[in-house]
């Protein structure tokens, strides 16, 4: 069965030092992954995402996350965090085929320090 | 612009008057969905939509009801709800993958959510 674990519900971090959001994942076959990112009161947006292309993928505001496969981690980095970057974070993994689920991670409250 | 509109935004009702949360998107997207989200639970998928007049079962669909009549609408419907009914709704919709290999998929596309509370 498919499944998503964020190993962390908070992180926090000091402006302009790094960002590291864990999650690993089960996946019965090759999975597509993704990060959306949420704001205080605001609907969800993708940040990145991967589908077997390139391992290391880049997304929008600074952020990238690798894939491992041979440690079933998907982890979200950015090199400085910014105060904007204060959110929720969730790691999402695809079930795919006709059935078309995702599959949330329980999300990590990243909290950016002036 | 390219959206998913959910109306409304806020509700507030009791035990057992019958609701309906509207999802419209704009972008001709086959694929739609329902989300509810808990604090400490993520999001959890209630139902979801292949195409016109397809819909099956997510992870928590007890108490759900939903419709797909047209491409760009995707009601949810509450019938009687209940107070463990109240939580924050999402929904999504995005284009569905033909020819891909398993497990892959497209990203969904938000809705702006709608917080409900039922007394």
């Known amino acids: 069965a498919q499944s998503v674990t964020q190993l962390d519900s908070h992180v926090s971090v000091s402006e302009g030092t790094p960002v590291l959001l864990r999650c690993n994942y089960s996946s019965s076959y090759s999975p597509s992954l993704f990060w959306y990112v949420q704001h205080p009161n605001k609907g969800l947006q993708l940040l990145l995402k991967?589908?077997?292309?390139?391992?290391l993928v880049k997304g929008i505001n600074g952020f990238e996350a690798e894939f491992k496969k041979s440690e079933t981690s998907f982890h979200l980095t950015k090199p400085s965090a910014h105060m904007s970057d204060a959110a929720e974070y969730f790691c999402v993994v695809s079930v795919g085929g006709s059935q078309g689920n995702l599959i949330f991670g329980k999300g990590t409250k990243l909290s950016v320090k002036p | 612009e390219a959206q998913v509109t959910q109306n409304p935004r806020y509700l507030i009702t009791v035990t057992g008057k019958k609701l309906t949360v509207t999802c419209s998107q704009n972008m001709n997207h086959e694929y739609m969905s329902w989300y509810r989200q808990d604090p400490g639970l993520g999001l959890r998928q209630i139902y979801y939509?292949?195409?016109?007049?397809?819909?099956d079962k997510g992870d928590v669909p007890e108490g759900y009801k939903v419709s797909r009549k047209e491409k760009r609408n995707f009601p949810l419907i509450l019938e009687s709800p209940s107070p463990n009914q109240t939580s924050l709704y999402f929904c999504a919709s995005s284009f569905p993958t033909s020819g891909r290999a398993k497990g892959s998929y497209n990203e969904q596309f938000f809705g702006p959510g709608t917080r409900l509370t039922v007394l």
């Open positions: 991967y589908t077997s292309a390139a391992t």
């Open positions: 939509s292949m195409n016109v007049e397809v819909t």
